[in-house]
């Protein structure tokens, strides 16, 4: 866990509110990733960021943004959100597209 | 789309047992393969192999890269309580520049009993 910090670690919230959740990095490293985890899932990549503005969709990208105006923070929202969109969501980063170090991760829960 | 298929989803094993949890792939432009280990929260390392490296060991822990047959293992032996995680295979793959990503399996659930 050490230079990531996810905020909040535990949010409840209603359907169709907009949620923002952060991701801030001291390591300075480059690439950035969101993920949610949902059981018989896995980790499903939602979207990553490769330099500051520089973003682009994985592969659960619907009813997701985020945006990366500086190196050490990437924020993803959910526009409105869905209880579809329950989730455990885990922010990574990495220096060189290999491997990946997480962040403790946020219990999100849409009711 | 690529996939990663990891099994057993889960096993259940008696502290001093050996494990072999089993990973396979199939994507376009593979770069690397990737083993985590979570336990409560996040995730954590374990092993990277690549075309170069294709066999890892760290103390009880070691695993293979069949690049033939496009898969990994990753052995465990002589488990202890402490092992019972959520074993994660993940493949780094793209075709260059800013394009690889990892695509995770879904997880192998080990219980060590004591």
């Known amino acids: 866990d050490a230079g990531i910090t996810q905020s909040p670690r535990h949010k409840v919230t209603e359907t169709g509110t907009p949620v923002t959740l952060r991701c801030h990095q001291t390591e300075n490293h480059r690439y950035m990733y969101w993920y949610r985890q949902d059981p018989g899932h896995g980790l499903r990549l939602i979207h990553y960021?490769?330099?500051?503005?520089?973003?682009d969709k994985g592969e659960v990208s619907d009813g997701y943004s985020v945006s990366r105006s500086k190196t050490e923070d990437f924020l993803l929202t959910l526009e409105s959100a869905t209880s579809s969109q329950t989730s455990v969501y885990f922010c990574a980063i990495s220096p060189n597209l290999e491997k990946l170090f997480f962040g403790s991760g946020t219990q999100l829960s849409v009711l | 789309e690529d996939k990663v298929v990891q099994s057993p989803l889960s096993l259940v094993v008696h502290e001093g047992d050996t494990v072999t949890l089993n990973c396979s792939y199939e994507v376009t432009n593979f770069r690397s393969l990737l083993w985590y280990k979570q336990e409560k929260k996040a995730p954590t390392f374990l092993f990277m192999l690549?075309?170069?490296?294709i066999e890892k060991k760290s103390g009880r822990l070691s695993s293979i890269l069949d690049k033939k047959e496009l898969s990994s293992i990753l052995n465990i032996t002589a488990t202890q309580t402490g092992d019972s995680a959520i074993y994660l295979c993940?493949?780094?793959?793209?075709?260059?520049?800013?394009?690889?990503?990892?695509?995770f399996g879904k997880g192998t659930l080990l219980t060590v009993n004591p």
């Open positions: 960021s490769y330099g500051v503005k520089d973003t």
């Open positions: 690549t075309s170069s490296g």
């Open positions: 993940a493949v780094e793959a793209g075709s260059g520049g800013s394009n690889y990503k990892l695509t």
